[in-house]
């Protein structure tokens, strides 16, 4: 069965908990770090969960990332079909990911505050489903359907909170997508079975902002599954247990590209003209984020057997 893992403070304690029906068990494992946890399998973390300790209302906790800072997170660019429609991309025609990296820095609660550097004025959102990756590599592997369990020890929400104004002029993806707490991972990290990694493909993704949902899509419309996409990616990094791969994330964000053909034009502008009518025309959109608003972001299976918890984020400006 799924094991919905959380990892959480309480009594200035953190320990690692079973997290079911609002109450958080906490369990007796001997490890602090994502990658500890990865490396006692996935046997002996069920074994724990029937050992628990006494239960905590999940209310009486502050539920942490259940990523721990020592992790890479890698991510895919571009992976829903609307999305590469929306951004005038043929998915058919697709031979190859879009890959990039967020600091681990920027890794953050499940909850509390989004914080906007004071310089950034389009800030956006997307939610992804995460996978956290389970054995070490040091050389290109063939991941398939079969062998996809090996790989993958299970699952999260992530929100790949972008600065635009800095992805994109700047040309900074790293950078854009870094700053501290754009990287919201968890409450629940989802430990999977072998029979249970069909659920990868089958998952309903919800972000809402002020509570009107703006991103909905189902996992089975990625373009790049996870078994091809670990394939491609260990061609160029080396996997930790505990990593992450952001699997891209639907169509809904407040980013909106031009067209193919202002694109063009746009080209023939000297380089600060370009960036200036890039900006206008973004800043006139409504969907960017702005102080105060609120992030909540869900995915589920869509028979409820998975369920990964909620995200819940305040937008806040950041100190000058």
């Known amino acids: 069965m799924p094991l919905a893992i959380v990892r959480f403070r309480h009594n200035n304690q953190i320990r690692w908990g079973l997290s079911a029906d609002n109450l958080i068990h906490p369990l007796p494992l001997p490890c602090t770090t994502t990658a500890g946890l990865i490396a006692l399998g996935y046997q002996a973390v069920a074994d724990a969960c029937n050992n628990t300790g006494e239960a905590l209302a999940d209310n009486s906790v502050e539920l942490l990332s259940p990523i721990t800072g020592d992790a890479k997170v890698l991510c895919q660019g571009a992976n ?9 991309v043929d998915p058919d025609a697709k031979a190859f990911n879009m890959f990039f990296t967020k600091s681990s820095a920027s890794i953050t609660a499940p909850s509390g505050e989004i914080i906007r550097p004071p310089h950034v004025q389009l800030l956006d959102y997307e939610v992804e489903l995460t996978l956290v990756l389970a054995r070490e590599t040091r050389q290109s592997v063939q991941v398939t359907t079969d062998n996809l369990h090996e790989y993958i020890a299970g699952i999260c929400i992530g929100n790949d909170v972008s600065a635009r104004d800095v992805q994109i002029p700047q040309m900074q993806f790293h950078k854009g997508k870094s700053y501290r707490t754009f990287c919201p991972l968890g409450p629940v990290l989802c430990l999977l079975n072998r029979q249970e990694m069909k ?103 869509t028979d409820g057997v998975i369920d990964l918890g909620r995200q819940q984020h305040r937008v806040v400006r950041g100190a000058a």
């Not at 829903?80 to 005038?88: A, E, K, N, T, W």
């Not at 260990?234 to 980013?255: E, H, K, R, Y």
């Not at 000297?270 to 025309?281: A, I, S």
Request: overall charge neutral; hydrophobic content about 40%.
């Open 199 to 301: 659920y990868l493909n089958d998952l309903q993704l919800t972000l809402s902002v002020n509570g009107k949902v703006r991103q909905h899509d189902n996992s089975g419309n990625m373009v790049f599954r996870p078994a091809e996409t670990l394939t491609e990616y260990s061609q160029i990094t080396d996997f930790n247990p505990g990593d992450v791969i952001m699997t891209g994330t639907p169509s809904g964000c407040a980013l909106a590209l031009p067209s193919a053909f202002l694109v063009r034009l746009a080209a023939l502008l000297p380089e600060q003209k370009k960036w200036e009518l890039f900006m206008k025309k973004q800043r006139a959109r409504p969907q960017y984020l702005q102080d105060g608003d609120l992030v909540e972001a869900v995915i589920r299976s």
């Open 80 to 88: 829903y079909r609307q999305h590469m429609l929306d951004s005038g």
